[in-house]
């Protein structure tokens, strides 16, 4: 029989870096989970994207017990180490602060596929320049559905 669901935790972690300090331990502690075994359950799963930061959605159940999924990280994120860049512009749609290309949006949409809300690789990679857009990025180059 399937256990019954007591809530949902959403955070974002440095992949390897999870400890006791916040955010991690109130949110989990709030819910009551074991946050020692939280964060060497998620090390352990995070080893090869170390500092990289993973969104987690943690799924708590009624006694207590946990399992959680890690996504990709933020596409946001991803177009700062394309363009390689610390933080976005503060004023996007005056002030413009480096630039990516159709392949790395490509890139990315590939990447953030499985959780974009798009069937196809176009329709993601849209989404992905919108991202960069409102990030004060200028995407340089034709789009691909447009030669």
Known sequence: MAKEIGGFIKLQVRGGAANPAPPVG????????????????FNA???????????????VFKDKSFEFVIKTAPAAYQLMEAAKLKKGSPESNRQKVGSVTWD???AVAEDKMED??????????????GTARSMGLT?????????
């Not at 109130?26 to 359950?41: D, H, S, T, Y």
């Not at 995070?46 to 799924?59: A, F, H, M, Y």
């Not at 690789?121 to 989404?127: D, G, L, P």
């Not at 995407?139 to 030669?147: D, F, L, N, Q, T």
């Open 104 to 106: 790395q949006i490509k």
């Open 116 to 129: 974009l809300n798009a069937f196809k690789i176009e329709s993601a990679m849209k989404m992905v320049a």
């Open 45 to 59: 799963k995070t080893e090869d994207s170390r500092g990289k930061l993973l969104p987690v959605v943690i799924t």
């Open 139 to 147: 995407v340089s180059g034709k789009a691909p559905w447009e030669a």
């Open 26 to 41: 109130p949110a989990l502690g709030a819910k009551g989970v074991n946050i020692m075994e939280f964060c060497k359950r």
